[in-house]
C-alpha cells in the first residue's frame, strides 16, 4: 500500500501574486518517490462551475396577501434551485392593499435571485396585475405601484426574467407562506 502525503510549493513572501500560487497535491507511489496528481486549482475550478451551474437558474414561486383593504400583510416566497434546493420566505410588511404586497413578493424573489448570484430566474404568481404589468401588456398608472414596478423591472434586467401567471391552487404553498406571515401580525396586533 503506498502511503500518501501531501507536499505544498512554499511561500517566501506574504504578497498577493505569492499567496496566489497554486497548490500542487502529490501521492507517493511504493518506493516513496512523489507523484503529481493535478493541483488544487483543478479541484476548485470544477467546484465552482457546479456549484454556479447549479444556482445560475432558479424558479420562484410568489404570493402577496392582505387581509383587509389596507390591512395586514404578508409575502410568501418559494425559491427553487435546479439541485432541488428550496428557500421559503414569509414575512410581515405591514399594513398594505393586496397590490402592494403582490410586488412586494416579487421584489423579495428578484433581491433573493441576485444575492445567490443567478443567471435567470422564472417567476409563478397568481396575480394578474403584477404579471401583465411586468410583462408590458398593462401600464403601471397607480402612484402606490409606479416605484414598486420600476424596481422590479430594473433588477430584472440584471436577469433572464421571465413571469407567468399560475392559478392559485398551483401557487398554494407560496400562498400559505404569505397568509400566515399576514396572520401571524394580524393575531398579534388583536391582542
Not at 23 to 28: N, T
Not at 71 to 94: L, N
Given at each position: 500500500m503506498p502511503r500518501q502525503s501531501r507536499h505544498y510549493t512554499g511561500r517566501t513572501k506574504f504578497r498577493a501574486?505569492?499567496?496566489?500560487?497554486?497548490?500542487?497535491?502529490?501521492?507517493?507511489?511504493e518506493h516513496n518517490e512523489p507523484r503529481k496528481v493535478l493541483d488544487?486549482?483543478?479541484?476548485?475550478?470544477?467546484?465552482?462551475?457546479?456549484?454556479?451551474?447549479?444556482?445560475?437558474h432558479l424558479v420562484a414561486y410568489v404570493d402577496g396577501s392582505s387581509h383587509g383593504s389596507p390591512?395586514?400583510?404578508?409575502?410568501?416566497?418559494?425559491?427553487?434551485?435546479?439541485?432541488?434546493?428550496?428557500?421559503?420566505?414569509?414575512?410581515?410588511?405591514?399594513w398594505q392593499d393586496n397590490n402592494v404586497a403582490e410586488y412586494v413578493a416579487l421584489l423579495e424573489a428578484l433581491q433573493?435571485?441576485?444575492r445567490r448570484k443567478?443567471?435567470?430566474?422564472?417567476?409563478y404568481s397568481d396575480s394578474d396585475v403584477v404579471v401583465r404589468q411586468m410583462s408590458g401588456e398593462y401600464a403601471?398608472?397607480?402612484?402606490?405601484?409606479?416605484?414598486l414596478n420600476w424596481i422590479c423591472r430594473k433588477l430584472a434586467r440584471a436577469l433572464e426574467f421571465d413571469i407567468t401567471?399560475?392559478?392559485?391552487?398551483?401557487?398554494?404553498e407560496a400562498n400559505d407562506l404569505a397568509n400566515s406571515a399576514a396572520r401571524l401580525c394580524q393575531d398579534v396586533t388583536d391582542t
Open positions: 501574486e505569492t499567496i496566489c500560487q497554486p497548490v500542487e497535491i502529490f501521492l507517493c507511489n488544487a486549482a483543478h479541484y476548485v475550478r470544477a467546484w465552482w462551475q457546479k456549484v454556479s451551474s447549479d444556482m445560475s390591512g395586514p400583510s404578508g409575502i410568501g416566497v418559494v425559491v427553487e434551485d435546479p439541485g432541488g434546493g428550496r428557500v421559503r420566505i414569509a414575512k410581515w410588511i405591514g433573493c435571485a441576485l443567478a443567471r435567470s430566474l422564472r417567476v403601471c398608472h397607480s402612484p402606490r405601484l409606479y416605484s401567471r399560475i392559478p392559485r391552487e398551483q401557487n398554494a
